[in-house]
């Protein structure tokens, strides 16, 4: 129990990049730099193995607190295998995008500055693709930049091909989600103090890490790596600014495109089966949120789509998987709340890839 009173794993001082130090990418990986006002944010670009699907819409995958683009990089060899444009974006104080000072990324980086840098990331792969609507595939917190983006008037010239909420922070309020965590973890105050309210201080430790990411069954090899490449401090202003409703679902459906081309799904909702803090539960009524939007917004003619009367079961690996009113709800069976990295990671990518030949 007192392991995990360390400071082995937090960081104060931001991270020395230079380009000899960037860490080593999978072959069929490249990584880019885009300019923002604040400094040069990372993306990194899964290359297409065979030739690339005519027309393709290309998936940008944004991850939440703490990762950054590596977080994706299983997802970006499996997708360009397939012959699908693929990104990854790192927001500032993340992967190896510019870093910002312990105290002005910690106190005063907002979950708006961070969508900025999310934009920008878009607009630079929508330019680079012809011009193409990204694929938006937010984990967690990043899931929950998307529904603000998305839902935001200041953001009302940035539309998506499609939306894939990944274990995201619901955009009703993400309060119950920290409940959840504070449960799971009855030393949480007590480590926070000893931290100094350090914001890494709940996945100080890789048992930790584990005990909120992942299953049990993932190796101890693959944790610590993913322990030592954990972003070093986090914006606390970014979860305690989506903790009320911070999204407003009659204002994110019509921003997807893909209503009336396709009499299928434009949003897919993608859990950990085993998740504890994005529970089933509450991916059920991110889910649910949606489904009711998109029925009133069809009946009063406001987008293009399918009267549905209810919601089907889908068949798919783990028996949960459901089907209507324009969302896609699955999980990813025995993957924690790190869906895309957990041992059973591949069988989330194929749920997602379903999704998107739908589109």
């Known amino acids: 129990m007192f392991d995990t009173f360390t400071y082995r794993f937090l960081h104060f001082r931001r991270p020395t990049l230079t380009p000899s130090s960037l860490p080593s990418l999978p072959e069929g990986i490249e990584r880019f730099f885009v300019d923002t006002p604040g400094g040069k944010i990372e993306v990194l670009h899964g290359k297409p193995s065979k030739q690339i699907r005519n027309g393709a819409?290309?998936?940008?995958?944004?991850?939440?607190?703490?990762?950054?683009?590596?977080?994706?990089l299983e997802y970006l060899s499996f997708?360009?295998?397939?012959?699908?444009?693929?990104y990854a974006v790192s927001m500032r104080g993340h992967g190896s995008s510019w870093h910002p000072s312990y105290l002005r990324m910690v106190y005063f980086t907002t979950k708006r500055m961070l969508a900025g840098d999310v934009v920008a990331g878009i607009k630079w792969v929508q330019e680079r693709e012809g011009g193409r609507e990204v694929v938006y595939i937010g984990h967690s917190s990043g899931g929950g930049l998307g529904q603000y983006i998305l839902s935001a008037p200041e953001f009302a010239d940035v539309k998506v091909r499609g939306l894939v909420l990944a274990g995201a922070v619901p955009g009703f309020g993400s309060l119950g989600v920290y409940i959840n965590w504070w449960r799971l973890d009855p030393w949480f105050t007590f480590r926070m103090i000893f931290h100094g309210w350090h914001p890494n201080s709940p996945l100080s430790h890789p048992a930790l890490t584990r005990r909120v990411f992942f299953s049990e069954q993932l190796p101890g090899s693959y944790l610590m790596k993913f322990q030592q490449r954990v972003s070093r401090y986090e914006s606390l202003l970014w979860p305690l600014g989506m903790m009320s409703p911070f999204a407003?679902?009659?204002?994110l459906l019509p921003r997807i495109t893909s209503w009336g081309t396709n009499k299928g799904q434009g949003i897919m909702v993608l859990g950990g089966e085993i998740d504890k803090i994005m529970t089933i539960p509450v991916m059920e009524k991110l889910a649910n949120t949606y489904r009711e939007s998109y029925s009133n917004l069809v009946?009063?003619?406001?987008?293009?789509?399918?009267?549905?009367?209810?919601?089907?079961?889908?068949?798919?690996?783990?028996?949960?998987?459901?089907?209507?009113?324009?969302?896609?709800?699955?999980?990813v069976p025995g993957a924690g709340h790190h869906l895309q990295n957990d041992v059973t990671w591949e069988i989330g990518a194929q749920k997602l890839l379903a999704f998107y030949e739908q589109l």
């Open 57 to 72: 819409s290309p998936l940008f995958f944004v991850h939440g607190g703490m990762g950054g683009a590596w977080v994706w």
């Open 79 to 86: 997708f360009a295998s397939h012959g699908i444009p693929c």
């Open 248 to 251: 407003r679902p009659q204002n």
């Open 299 to 331: 009946s009063q003619k406001k987008i293009e789509g399918e009267r549905e009367s209810g919601v089907e079961e889908l068949p798919g690996e783990g028996g949960r998987d459901t089907i209507g009113q324009g969302v896609r709800c699955c999980y």
